[in-house]
């Protein structure tokens, strides 16, 4: 019998099986891609899903009850807690990434998935194996995420009083090094120019933005024309709820402008909309607006057509264009005004961002 959405991966030395379902159903259901290295464990992700779905269909929960003392049971009671809740949007789709992850596993030779282990019988021998063989079957960076978040978790369930110790303390997990690739301007251009050429003008512009204006990718896709006036962007961040104003370089200025005599004003059902509920940047094949996996991929295929480097990410534009505004001889007020950025010390408590230092920011780096 073959499985919706069951997909084999050939990695560098060994297979690993994908549940990889389209985006109406990661939308409903708030999943996206999963991995797992045995076909039966991916089959039966895959039929769960398929459930779960046919339900959602119907109006009916896919929320069963619960086992509270199981693992599964923890981890939703966490996600009831604050410590949850006031994650962003997209922090909590990582942490489900994650999550899915871990709770699908087998430990060692065991029949029973870590979801349906009581939580309160998972000692430290349990959580090393975790690492482990997360470690072997997709990486030693994955494993390491998946048993932070599940840390979090088990101090969260130790303040409920549902577990009485955390098995993932002091792990040795080593701090996870940040991300230091910038882009040089030329490869910016040669990006912007190739997407242009290709008919993926939204992609160039989706760069643009989050170059000039040194910002998260997720936010960028989720700009409308309410959030852009007479040269300003103004809109909130999803992570950290700031909300930034930035004037737009000259040469995103002309690119808006572009941008929006050929946008068209419909709605996915070809309905006429106000101009303003529009999103800035859609996916041409689509006509709406990119979900995270796929301004990836299509990223990538421009990426790989301009025949650049592997190591250049979307996400590293910003700080790329924070670092340029650093070697400008911005402020770090400027800097913070522009970026969103709260933390500096002391002196934050009596300076605060403002449409003004990120103007002045903005004209020291494009004059």
């Given at each position: 019998?073959?499985?919706?959405?069951?997909?084999?991966?050939?990695?560098?030395?060994?297979?690993?099986?994908?549940?990889?379902?389209?985006?109406?159903?990661?939308?409903?259901?708030?999943?996206?891609?999963?991995?797992?290295?045995?076909?039966?464990?991916?089959?039966?992700?895959?039929?769960?899903?398929?459930?779960?779905?046919?339900?959602?269909?119907?109006?009916?929960?896919?929320?069963?009850?619960?086992?509270?003392?199981?693992?599964?049971?923890?981890?939703?009671?966490?996600?009831?807690?604050?410590?949850?809740?006031?994650?962003?949007?997209?922090?909590?789709h990582?942490?489900?990434?994650?999550?899915?992850?871990?709770?699908?596993?087998?430990?060692?030779?065991?029949?029973?998935?870590?979801k349906?282990?009581?939580?309160?019988?998972?000692?430290?021998?349990?959580?090393?194996?975790?690492?482990?063989?997360?470690?072997?079957?997709?990486?030693?960076?994955?494993?390491?995420?998946?048993?932070?978040?599940?840390?979090?978790?088990?101090?969260?369930?130790?303040?409920?009083?549902?577990?009485?110790?955390?098995?993932?303390?002091?792990?040795?997990?080593?701090?996870?090094?940040?991300?230091?690739?910038?882009?040089?301007?030329?490869?910016?251009?040669?990006?912007?120019?190739?997407?242009?050429?290709?008919?993926?003008?939204?992609?160039?512009?989706?760069?643009?933005?989050?170059?000039?204006?040194?910002?998260?990718?997720g936010?960028?896709?989720?700009?409308?024309?309410?959030?852009?006036?007479?040269?300003?962007?103004?809109?909130?961040?999803?992570?950290?709820?700031?909300?930034?104003?930035?004037?737009?370089?000259?040469?995103?200025?002309?690119?808006?402008?572009?941008?929006?005599?050929?946008?068209?004003?419909?709605?996915?059902?070809?309905?006429?909309?106000?101009?303003?509920?529009?999103h800035?940047?859609l996916?041409?094949?689509?006509?709406?607006?990119?979900?995270?996996?796929?301004?990836?991929?299509?990223?990538?295929k421009?990426?790989?057509?301009?025949?650049?480097?592997?190591d250049?990410?979307?996400?590293?534009?910003?700080?790329?264009?924070?670092?340029?505004?650093?070697?400008?001889?911005?402020?770090?007020?400027?800097?913070?005004?522009?970026?969103?950025?709260?933390?500096?010390?002391?002196?934050?408590?009596?300076?605060?961002?403002?449409?003004?230092?990120?103007?002045?920011?903005i004209?020291?780096?494009?004059?």
């Amino acid at each position: 019998m073959k499985y919706k959405y069951v997909e084999r991966r050939q990695r560098s030395n060994h297979v690993v099986w994908a549940v990889n379902p389209g985006s109406d159903v990661r939308d409903a259901l708030e999943i996206g891609y999963e991995q797992y290295s045995n076909l039966d464990d991916a089959n039966s992700r895959s039929q769960e899903i398929t459930d779960a779905y046919e339900a959602y269909k119907k109006g009916i929960s896919r929320n069963k009850s619960l086992n509270e003392n199981t693992i599964l049971g923890l981890v939703e009671a966490y996600k009831r807690t604050n410590s949850y809740v006031k994650l962003s949007k997209n922090s909590k789709h990582i942490y489900n990434q994650l999550l899915r992850e871990a709770l699908g596993l087998r430990l060692g030779d065991s029949n029973i998935v870590l979801k349906q282990m009581l939580s309160r019988n998972l000692t430290v021998s349990h959580s090393e194996q975790i690492h482990s063989q997360l470690s072997a079957d997709v990486s030693v960076h994955r494993a390491t995420h998946v048993c932070k978040v599940l840390r979090r978790i088990w101090f969260v369930g130790m303040r409920l009083g549902k577990v009485r110790f955390n098995p993932f303390q002091k792990m040795g997990l080593a701090s996870l090094p940040s991300r230091t690739v910038l882009w040089t301007p030329a490869e910016v251009a040669t990006f912007i120019e190739t997407a242009d050429k290709n008919g993926l003008r939204s992609v160039g512009t989706l760069a643009l933005l989050c170059y000039d204006l040194c910002q998260r990718p997720g936010d960028m896709r989720h700009l409308t024309w309410s959030n852009y006036s007479s040269g300003v962007f103004d809109f909130i961040q999803e992570k950290t709820k700031t909300r930034v104003e930035i004037p737009a370089s000259p040469r995103l200025v002309d690119r808006m402008t572009h941008q929006y005599h050929h946008t068209a004003f419909v709605d996915r059902w070809n309905r006429p909309i106000k101009s303003n509920d529009q999103h800035v940047v859609l996916f041409e094949h689509t006509g709406k607006p990119y979900d995270r996996r796929m301004y990836s991929k299509v990223a990538a295929k421009v990426r790989n057509l301009a025949n650049l480097s592997t190591d250049l990410q979307i996400r590293d534009l910003r700080r790329t264009g924070a670092t340029e505004m650093a070697e400008s001889g911005c402020t770090e007020d400027e800097l913070r005004s522009v970026t969103g950025h709260q933390s500096r010390d002391v002196l934050s408590i009596y300076v605060r961002p403002t449409t003004k230092l990120a103007a002045a920011g903005i004209n020291k780096r494009f004059t």
